[in-house]
């Protein structure tokens, strides 16, 4: 995967982007507390919809607050530009295959050492926590292949990537915002795969200058996801 240096002129600081990770996380905190409090079973049908619906929510009304009302940034300024398919369709090709490699080096090792990898043993089902009858999945479907990709592109390569660049240099914020997108999806056993797709994602920002061919990159390898956990199911 080739070096792309990609920065745009944000007017929001590096500060205001640690703000808005921290009161997502506050929020998200409180909400998860309110919960036990009220003695409710968050891994309950349907409560993981309501509880996701209520994670992008906050996450897309954070975002909007600190950059289109807050500093009346601009679509350009989030990512969501025009792009040239045929290096987008290639660069969303060399995506997958590095990461399928970065997935066939961790199996060899995991052969070669006699245990499984982090993130790279047997996961949970996602798909069960919404249930496996018809709505639980369109539900799962629209939310993890849809609206997902759509909110954590544009946060974390739009808007975090962004932020941290102007102030860490883009190794530093590479790194860091692929870290905060792993740990943001509270899967520590999957950290490491989630880690080099964050990885892979900045780069596809970087490569085609827009937020969109990641969104489909995103949608693509969660739609396969789920196809895999409904034929484990099956």
């Known amino acids: 995967m080739e070096k792309v240096k990609y920065s745009v002129s944000v007017p929001w600081s590096f500060l205001e982007t640690i703000w808005a990770c921290l009161f997502i996380v506050v929020v998200m905190l409180v909400f998860s507390a309110l919960v036990d409090v009220l003695g409710i079973n968050i891994l309950q049908p349907p409560m993981p919809l309501f509880a996701l619906i209520f994670q992008y929510l906050v996450i897309a009304v954070t975002l909007g607050f600190f950059t289109r009302w807050r500093r009346k940034a601009d679509k350009k300024q989030l990512g969501l530009t025009s792009f040239a398919w045929c290096r987008a369709i290639i660069s969303i090709l060399k ?5 399928f490699l970065f997935g066939l080096l961790a199996s060899i090792l995991a052969y070669l050492l006699g245990s499984s990898l982090p993130g790279y043993q047997e996961q949970i089902s996602h798909v069960s926590l919404f249930g496996f009858g018809r709505g639980g999945i369109a539900a799962f479907l629209v939310l993890a292949a849809g609206v997902a990709p759509v909110v954590e592109e544009v946060f974390f390569r739009g808007f975090v990537l962004a932020g ?20 943001f999806h509270l899967e520590l056993s999957s950290i490491i795969p989630l880690f080099i797709l964050g990885l892979i994602l900045n780069w596809l920002y970087r490569k085609n200058k827009s937020v969109y061919p990641g969104i489909i990159f995103h949608a693509i390898n969660n739609l396969i996801v789920i196809i895999l956990e409904i034929l484990a199911y099956v």
């Open 95 to 99: 995506g997958f295959a590095i990461f």
């Open 164 to 183: 941290f660049e102007n102030r860490l240099g883009h190794s530093w914020g590479n790194i860091l915002s692929a870290l905060l997108f792993a740990i």
